[in-house]
């Protein structure tokens, strides 16, 4: 029996991680000390009210995330923290967010079904905090964000400390898919995905310092855009460096091939200038980066993952850019 880590495994066949953001229109993170069961909404401090609204949106099918959060206070203080962040159309960088200090977890779901039906709000709250970092660290439900999840929060922590960053915010996470990547993270308001993290990675993208070309070992994903287009915008951020995270984006699929090995798609982005810039390629099915692969501990036969490259690379005025996958 193979007894290693999914996320050991992955790191040994090389696997890229890009195109694993999962896309999502709505976060909704509750705060809710730990321990948390494997179905993190069955834990014990989950009140009925909120596990019933959180099944009846699932089964409604809204693009709705919900999440579990917790940070070193979260068992004493006498509040519980509510954040939702909503994506909205056109050209964005990230998501909308809002904040509640709610009395207690009983409260949650009620503020929920208020915000679902568009109604005004209680208990909401502004604040400085405009990024929330969330690292998963739900091992009962896989081990591996156990075994590298904590102890990489516990460093991020840290890290935000030494660093004085007083406007960002570090959390535990339940799970949010990817545990083959441990330590994976989400960065919000961005709802960029980053997985497989060490310190100087974390460092680089908390600062946005370094030359971009490590995001080809960490970067999972921009959570805003569709798996393959996930794929474009990191060969993007190669050409644009750093500056490509204050710019806006929206992004399409102009064609599929039958057999979807070959995907033309563009993005389109405003700077903080104003100016319009579009992005197109063709995006072709890469052999070798295809795998099959162990998607947790627990998974009992492997999945094909597709893989892309990039090619063919165009700026709108259509100068070509090289590209190190072209075809």
């Not at 979260?74 to 962040?85: A, C, D, N, R």
């Not at 400390?161 to 406007?167: A, K, P, R």
């Not at 339940?174 to 961005?190: N, V, Y």
Request: aromatic share 12%; with cysteine.
């Amino acid at each position: 029996m193979n007894t290693m880590f999914c996320s050991d495994y992955s790191r040994q066949i090389g696997e890229d991680i890009i195109g694993s953001a999962t896309n999502y229109q709505t976060y909704i993170l509750v705060e809710c000390p730990q321990p948390w069961m494997s179905e993190a909404f069955k834990s014990k401090w989950v009140p009925d009210n909120l596990r019933v609204l959180v099944e009846e949106v699932k089964r409604s099918k809204l693009s709705i995330q919900f999440l579990l959060i917790a940070n070193d206070q979260s068992h004493k203080v006498e509040e519980t923290t509510l954040l939702i962040y909503q994506r909205q159309e056109g050209l964005i960088n990230g998501y909308c967010k809002q904040e509640f200090k709610l009395p207690n977890i009983e409260q949650v779901a009620g503020v929920i079904n208020k915000w679902l039906l568009n109604e005004n709000l209680d208990y909401q709250v502004e604040n400085d905090i405009n990024r929330d970092i969330l690292v998963c660290t739900h091992g009962s439900h896989d081990q591996c964000c156990a075994r590298y999840g904590n102890p990489f929060y516990y460093y991020a922590k840290n890290t935000i400390s030494d660093l004085h960053f007083d406007n960002v915010r570090i959390w535990k996470s339940s799970h949010f898919g990817g545990h083959r990547f441990a330590p994976t993270a989400i960065d919000l308001t961005e709802g960029r995905y980053y997985g497989v993290l060490d310190h100087d990675s974390f460092k680089s993208i908390l600062t946005r310092t370094g030359d971009t070309k490590f995001l080809n070992k960490v970067y999972r994903g921009w959570g805003i855009l569709p798996s393959a287009l996930q794929i474009l915008e990191r060969e993007i951020i190669f050409h644009q460096g750093w500056d490509w995270f204050n710019y806006k984006v929206a992004g399409k699929i102009l064609e599929k091939s039958l057999d979807n090995n070959t995907i033309l798609a563009e993005l389109t982005f405003e700077k903080p200038s104003g100016s319009l810039y579009t992005y197109q390629a063709k995006l072709v099915k890469d052999p070798i980066k295809t795998q099959a692969v162990k998607s947790s501990c627990h998974a009992t036969q492997e999945s094909v993952v597709v893989k892309y490259a990039v090619a063919n690379l165009y700026l709108a005025d259509k100068e070509m850019l090289t590209c190190a996958n072209n075809y």
